[in-house]
């Protein structure tokens, strides 16, 4: 029986789009001034991008450039995460950003917290930019349905013991829980690690590999889940 729900943030409550065209941009245009600003408040970060690259000597400009380049290339590093949470933060303030939520996933988790179920987020953004997000929505204030989140600190998304570390600490068993994701390797992970899986291919989105999509329940909507049905 699903007790839980854990779910994706980019391609599956919210656009691609909206990460890849508002946040990402918004804080690569951001960064350098940010960093510059508030040097004196960043020493943990910058002591983790100099661990990373195995550089103690790494200077302001120097960092600036490595996280430039790391969201060029789109890494997953922790520091960078949260240097970006930082950033939209300020953004989310300023009123500059509105978090996207498609309303078929706004419906569908008010429901599933109403019917008892306990909700979760794991995403590569670090917890304090999930929790910007769903705090500043045209729905207003969302945070109240979740009841945690999880972030590369955990672990990489692509990898069982991510999802078995995520069931832990919820206290909840593995196959009691049910995994929303676009991302089929996500869902391969999460699966080996005795979860539940959906595969949330929205046509606006279509993340998900042609070739995978068969293997998993798949639906174009939050609206199209049923938990009763046999999920992957």
Do not use: C
């Not at 508030?38 to 970060?45: G, Q």
């Not at 206290?171 to 992970?189: W, Y």
């Amino acid at each position: 029986m699903i007790s839980a729900i854990l779910t994706d943030i980019e391609g599956t409550t919210s656009s691609l789009s909206f990460v890849k065209d508002m946040l990402f941009p918004y804080a690569r245009k951001h960064l350098p001034a940010y960093v510059r600003a508030h040097e004196s408040d960043l020493a943990d970060i910058f002591n983790d991008i100099r661990s990373i690259e195995s550089d103690p000597n790494l200077g302001v400009e120097d960092i600036i450039s490595r996280l430039l380049q790391w969201i060029d290339e789109d890494r997953k590093v922790t520091p960078l995460k949260m240097l970006q949470g930082m950033i939209w933060k300020e953004g989310y303030k300023k009123g500059d950003l509105k978090g996207h939520i498609y309303e078929d996933a706004v419906k569908s988790l008010q429901r599933w917290r109403h019917e008892g179920l306990a909700l979760y987020i794991y995403s590569s953004g670090s917890v304090e930019a999930q929790k910007l997000l769903f705090s500043h929505t045209p729905y207003g204030d969302l945070t109240p349905l979740f009841s945690g989140y999880f972030d590369t600190n955990t672990g990489s998304k692509i990898e069982p013991d991510s999802y078995k570390k995520i069931a832990a600490e919820t206290g909840l068993m593995p196959g009691s829980i049910m995994f929303l994701s676009d991302n089929t390797k996500e869902l391969d992970a999460a699966n080996a690690a005795g979860f539940h899986t959906i595969l949330v291919n929205r046509p606006q989105d279509l993340n998900a590999d042609p070739g995978a999509v068969s293997a998993y329940v798949s639906v174009e909507d939050f609206y199209s889940i049923s938990l009763k049905e046999k999920a992957a």
